[in-house]
């Protein structure tokens, strides 16, 4: 399979802070995303980003398929954005998606 | 539309006891997963169904078995439950089949069934 692997693992920010969350792939995908799970345990898909960049309201993402990684930003952080941010990767027949160990951000007021 | 869903949310159950997840879409998606979720380890792929009718081994199929009853319902059973399999279990659904690379690959997960084997 593919490793992915996210840094750093944990992350605290004062609310209005921003921050940047890393995910680095072993080999070559057609497809990344990049998930925000809150403490309900509830997974929110945050960007599909194969390559390129995107970009929704403080959140944007980059991809760089060719170096293999990519960046999420969160800009003026919030209590609400706390919670564990994965990246999940994907290749070839069937899309199975393989998942790095999570960025866990917590937001202090 | 209630997207994915995933019945039970808690189940606690002796070793060696059986028991099966349930879970459905709606979304008229080709694609589902199980994934279970532990401690410091982020996701990992029990089984996937690339469309109806197939299903295929992820990363850790051992104890486990699967369905896929129709397009919309991806069952996960456990014939006869570990303590190891104590976790919270994820189904997901993605529009794409396989060899499609097209933007509709985006996983929608259900909100998890939480399972305690004692």
């Known amino acids: 399979g593919i490793q992915v692997e996210q840094s750093p693992p944990d992350l605290i920010l004062q609310e209005g802070a921003n921050s940047t969350l890393r995910c680095n792939f072993s080999?070559?995908?057609?497809?990344l995303q990049w998930f925000h799970q809150n403490p309900w345990g509830q997974l929110i898909n945050l960007f599909y980003i194969p390559s390129g960049t995107k970009q929704n309201g403080r959140l944007s993402a980059t991809t760089v398929a060719t170096e293999r990684y990519s960046l999420l930003y969160i800009s003026s952080s919030q209590t609400t954005d706390s919670g564990v941010y994965f990246c999940?990767?994907?290749?070839?027949?069937?899309?199975?998606?393989?998942f790095g160990t999570g960025t866990s951000l917590t937001v202090i007021p | 539309n209630a997207g994915v869903t995933q019945t039970p949310k808690f189940q606690v159950l002796k070793t060696g006891q059986s028991m099966t997840l349930q879970c459905a879409q709606d979304m008229n998606h080709n694609s589902m997963y199980w994934y279970r979720q532990d401690p410091g380890m982020g996701l990992r792929l029990i089984y996937y169904?690339?469309?109806?009718?197939?299903?295929d081994k992820g990363e850790v199929p051992n104890g486990y078995n699967v369905s896929r009853l129709n397009k919309r319902e991806f069952s996960l059973r456990l014939e006869s439950a570990a303590p190891s399999q104590t976790s919270v279990y994820f189904c997901?659904?993605?529009?794409?089949?396989?060899?499609?690379?097209?933007?509709?690959?985006?996983?929608?997960f259900g909100a998890g069934s939480r399972l305690t084997v004692l």
């Open positions: 997901a659904s993605s529009g794409g089949t396989s060899g499609s690379f097209s933007g509709a690959n985006v996983l929608t």
């Open positions: 080999d070559s995908v057609n497809n």
């Open positions: 999940a990767v994907g290749r070839g027949a069937g899309n199975q998606f393989y």
């Open positions: 169904s690339a469309s109806e009718g197939t299903t």
